[in-house]
């Protein structure tokens, strides 16, 4: 089986978010980078499929020179190839477009992304990715099988799961549950020379036009102080939530 | 040219989300010049969408489409995005909107804009407000498409009644019913979804063990409420991943939140910040949650809680 992981190069969640340029770019000015939380979950499903099953495990980043300590990481924990599409990640659609390139190019069975970045939350690109490639999809992934050429994923669904059964190709967006947090791997002094052998090929962008741009950001206001209640008199807090906030 | 909604629906009934969304497209056509065209799958009685600013509503009949499938919702709306000319489709936030919209962005060639909070601030070009960075800021995002698909917020802009009523009729597209096969569906057909609600009810490790989730459970019935928990809380496997919130569990945006024993760990917050009022029960005053939440009681849950219910219980009777 050939699986590819698409990887996104985030901030860490502990991040101060701040903006520069004026408000137009975010500020990477000491923020430490990491995998994005949905992607490692999918990258440590793909691990055990390579492990239990047999399969090749090739990571995909669409992203500048930065994101390259990102790419090593996932192979230091145990990714065979890595490709980098030298570009600006601008928008979903491009990001889409350019990983489908890849990966049509690269013939895989099986494609794992994360249901969403956590740095801007579009939830987009792994349902794009599919639908470019005429793939079946399956978002908000929760537990993948692969049988030869047949799948059984479970999906999250508002109030509860579904499980559903799919023939590869297949693209998944994956988070927590296709491995739980305490499978996640550090990689090891050993991983970590090995990925640095490993070949991370860059390739540059078919060219794509974006769909959308950012064109500012801006910080919620900074919240009031916490108004305290005391435990023994709960009715002023019925009433606090009543008359003032108007939620009861 | 009318501005296209998908009006979710589940077992026949419109969902809570679609009465929001069709208020937010409503707003959208008052600023385009045009009217809010509705498509229903398997629902019967669509009238209730006039109350909401819909003038018409395709409605789609088909036993094959009971269960939900995103590639055969994505090609009926396509269809009907086509056929009412829509160049702005708004759909909810909600896992299975999530799930069709990039489909049809990639049907229609059009950005998709999710997380949307508030109506466009401009139409030419067309900038809409989402958040970002896990609620931590705000994106202005301008579309460049013909054709723009927004996936608006849970309660961020509201339901907002409207005069009028629609007229409804029968749609019957092309379906493309794609090659998924749904195996089985496990779902709390008895409780309010996470996502439907308006308050959610969320405990974390101070409740103790699962043997204590009833303090959960009756102040969420008393005030119509979902039930929630902390990462740890279903790391130990007290209650299922699904009911998990925060930023790798669901995301929440929901009126009042109230977090019972939570610390309040970044990660926690970050998947609540949505939520309008924040209350939190803790008995450590220096738990982060008190910096996050609009109120917070320093006190046991075991004395706090049964008392809440109490006093709510109360207040509703005489409300």
């Not at chain 1, 739980?180 to 990925?195: C, H, K, Q, T, Y």
């Not at chain 2, 060639?109 to 949307?116: E, T």
């Not at chain 2, 749609?171 to 439907?196: H, M, N, Q, W, Y």
């Not at chain 2, 103790?208 to 005030?223: T, Y």
Request: net charge negative.
């Amino acid at each position: 089986m050939k699986i590819l992981v698409c990887i996104s190069h985030v901030p860490d969640t502990t991040s101060k978010i701040n903006f520069t340029d004026g408000d137009t770019k975010f500020d990477t000015n000491g923020v430490s980078f990491v995998i994005n939380p949905n992607d490692e979950f999918g990258l440590t499903r793909a691990m055990w499929f390579k492990e239990k099953q047999g399969a090749s495990v090739d990571v995909v980043n669409v992203g500048g020179a930065d994101t390259e300590p990102t790419i090593r990481k996932c192979l230091a924990i145990g990714a065979d190839n890595a490709i980098r599409v030298n570009a600006d990640p601008s928008d979903s659609f491009f990001v889409a477009q350019e990983l489908a390139s890849v990966a049509k190019n690269g013939g895989y069975d099986l494609i794992i992304a994360g249901r969403e970045s956590i740095d801007y939350n579009g939830g987009v690109v792994p349902g794009m990715l599919a639908a470019l490639l005429d793939a079946n999809f399956v978002n908000t992934c929760i537990s993948l099988e692969v049988d030869g050429t047949s799948a059984t994923a479970v999906r999250e669904i508002d109030g509860g799961k579904e499980t559903i059964k799919a023939t590869l190709p297949l693209v998944i967006g994956g988070q927590k549950g296709l491995v739980e947090e305490s499978d996640l791997r550090i990689p090891n002094m050993r991983g970590i020379m090995m990925a640095r052998k490993k070949p991370l090929t860059v390739i540059e962008p078919t060219g794509t036009a974006s769909q959308s741009q950012p064109s500012s950001f801006s910080k919620p206001e900074p919240k009031g102080s916490v108004k305290l209640v005391s435990a023994d008199n709960l009715d002023e807090l019925i009433g606090l939530l009543h008359n003032e906030a108007k939620v009861i | 040219m009318s501005v296209l909604i998908y009006a979710e629906s589940e077992n026949g009934s419109l969902r809570k989300g679609a009465f929001e969304v069709a208020s937010y497209a409503k707003g959208v056509a008052d600023a385009l010049g045009t009217t809010v065209t509705a498509v229903t799958i398997n629902v019967s009685d669509v009238s209730v969408l006039g109350t909401y600013g819909v003038s018409k509503v395709l409605q789609v009949s088909n036993d094959s489409l009971e269960k939900f499938q995103a590639k055969s919702y994505s090609s009926i709306i396509a269809e009907a995005a086509k056929a009412e000319d829509s160049k702005v489709i708004i759909l909810s936030s909600s896992t299975n909107s999530k799930y069709v919209a990039p489909l049809l962005g990639v049907a229609l060639n059009a950005a998709v804009a999710s997380n949307v909070v508030s109506l466009p601030k401009s139409t030419s070009p067309f900038v809409v407000e989402r958040t970002a960075f896990t609620n931590k800021a705000f994106q202005d995002t301008q579309l460049n498409s013909e054709v723009k698909i927004i996936c608006v917020s849970s309660n961020a802009y509201g339901i907002k009644e409207a005069e009028g009523s629609a007229a409804a009729e029968a749609f019957s597209p092309t379906i493309d019913s794609g090659s998924l096969e749904v195996v089985s569906i496990d779902k709390a057909t008895d409780k309010v979804s996470i996502a439907d609600a308006e308050v959610v009810v969320s405990g974390g490790r101070g409740l103790k063990g699962p043997e204590n989730w009833h303090l959960i459970e009756d102040l969420a019935d008393v005030l119509g409420a979902a039930t929630a928990c902390s990462k740890p809380v279903s790391d130990m496997g007290w209650r299922p991943h699904s009911e998990h919130v925060g930023q790798t569990g669901k995301p929440v945006a929901t009126n009042l939140y109230i977090a019972v024993g939570i610390s309040g760990a970044i990660q926690h917050l970050a998947g609540i910040n949505a939520s309008k009022v924040k209350v939190v029960v803790n008995t450590d005053p220096e738990a982060p949650f008190f910096k996050a939440a609009d109120y917070g009681v320093v006190g046991d849950a075991f004395e706090v809680v049964p008392q809440l219910i109490e006093k709510l219980k109360e207040f509703k009777s005489a409300n």
